[in-house]
Every structure is written in structure tokens, then in C-alpha cells.
């Protein structure tokens, strides 16, 4: 955002001596006032503040479910994680857990996803009626630019045991605890928990979140999802 303003305030700026060295030798009015106007125009977006906005509602929903989470987290060290759809709704998508190491429906205990509200406001701003794979993959991009303002571009690619996620530009900035690394899925930041609450709730499958990985060289996030097998007789 903020490149783009500078360059496009510098495209003005010079249209703006083009205009007023026409204006002198024409000595036309009109042109002299639009040089002023390409002037002023080009002072605004070189001088704009350059930071990433993202828009009040969607602030508002990531606090809402990343809070519940922490709360409902207390007490609870050493865990790994499944998104578990427990219906054909965001809302019904869960976190599941259980100590590293055990199977996720051993002792299982049931948390609220960083991502869910966010989940919640997309399909709200989406429009989408039902959620399937290929309709969130083809509202993703537009809500998560335009509505969010939380990246550039979003890309799902759906591989034979689970997602992987592409965002590029925005300021999101997605990642998990280097402790859960080698030891299966992870909560997530809300960013990455939104995708995974979307995926788990348009694949009625259990999503296993990983660890995101950062591109220096473009700048994107790289989210892995894998799909887990359910628990002994079907339990989740």
C-alpha cells in the first residue's frame, strides 16, 4: 500500500511539471489548473500515511475468538491440535487436543479457533450460502483483499492428504510456536485459523494445522494443512 501510493504520488508530481511547462508555452488556463491539481493530488499521496489498515470489524473479530481462546486455554501446556467439523458450519468447527504424542481423541478437550469469528465475518461478507471447497477458494482472494485488508492475494491448493495456503502482501503475519514443530498441529495465529476453520468446515474433514513458512524473496506465507483420520469407531 504504501509503495503503491509513493509511486503513483511521484506520477503526479511529474505530471504536474509536464502540465505547467505546457501551461507556459500555451499559456492555456485549463492546463495551469490542472497542473495545481495533479500537484496537490501527488503532495497527498506521497505524504499519506503508508502503514497497512485492516478495517475495525475484522480487528474486532480476530480479538473476539483469539480471547476466548486464550481464556479457555489457561491451565493447558504441551498440546497438539485438530479443527474438528462437528456440522456443516464455521461456527460448529472446533478445536480439538489432546497431549503431543496421543491420539487427538484421547482425552480430548474442546477449544475455541483463533480464526473462528473471522470465519464467521467471511462467509457473512461473502455471501455464500454453503461452503464448499471451491466456493471459498473463489472468494478468499476478493474478501481477503477488499473486505479484510489482510493480504494481497490468497491461493488454496487441495493435495491428496490436505491444503496448502499462499498469502502474499497484506500485513498478516502467520506462525505457530517453534515448540510444535515436530510434534503435529498447532492453534495458529487467526489468520491461518481462519483458513483452517474454512477448510475443516468446507471439507467436513479434521484439518491438522502446521507450522507456516515464510518466502523472503516475495514475501508470502506458506500454510500446510493435512487432513487426520477420525478416532476409534468414527469418535473426533
Known amino acids: ?3 503503491s501510493s509513493k509511486t503513483a504520488g511521484i506520477g503526479f508530481v511529474l505530471l504536474s511539471a509536464v502540465l505547467l511547462v505546457l501551461s507556459v508555452r500555451y499559456r492555456y488556463v485549463v492546463i495551469e489548473i490542472d497542473s495545481i491539481v495533479a500537484f496537490v493530488a501527488g503532495a497527498v499521496l506521497l505524504f499519506r500515511d503508508p502503514r497497512a489498515r485492516v ?3 475484522v480487528f474486532d473479530a480476530a480479538l473476539a475468538s483469539s480471547s476466548r481462546f486464550a481464556q479457555e486455554l489457561q491451565g493447558s501446556r504441551h498440546l497438539r491440535f485438530v479443527y474438528v467439523p ?3 458450519s464455521v461456527n460448529e468447527v472446533v478445536l480439538r487436543t ?3 504424542g496421543a491420539p487427538p481423541w484421547a482425552r480430548a478437550k474442546s477449544f475455541t479457533p483463533p480464526g473462528r469469528s473471522l470465519a464467521e465475518l467471511f462467509v457473512k461478507e461473502s ?3 454453503k461452503i464448499t471447497f471451491e466456493s471459498i477458494s473463489g472468494s478468499l ?3 481477503m483483499r477488499a473486505d479484510f485488508g489482510l493480504a494481497d492475494s490468497v491461493a488454496l491448493r487441495k493435495e491428496e492428504d490436505g491444503v496448502v495456503a499462499t498469502i502474499k502482501g497484506g500485513p498478516t503475519e502467520c506462525g505457530c510456536e517453534d515448540s510444535v514443530k515436530q510434534e503435529g498441529g498447532c492453534a495458529g495465529c487467526p489468520v491461518a485459523s481462519l ?3 474454512l477448510v475443516a468446515a468446507a471439507t ?3 484439518v491438522s494445522l502446521h507450522v507456516c513458512s515464510h518466502d523472503l524473496g516475495n514475501g508470502s506465507w506458506s500454510i500446510p494443512m493435512s487432513f487426520e483420520v477420525s478416532g476409534p469407531e468414527g469418535q473426533q
Do not use: F, I, T
Open 1 to 3: 500500500m504504501g509503495r
Open 55 to 57: 478495517p475495525a470489524g
Open 86 to 88: 462437528n456440522g456443516a
Open 98 to 100: 489432546g497431549p503431543k
Open 127 to 129: 455471501g455464500l450460502s
Open 141 to 143: 482472494p476478493e474478501v
Open 195 to 197: 483458513l483452517a476453520v
Open 204 to 206: 467436513n474433514q479434521r
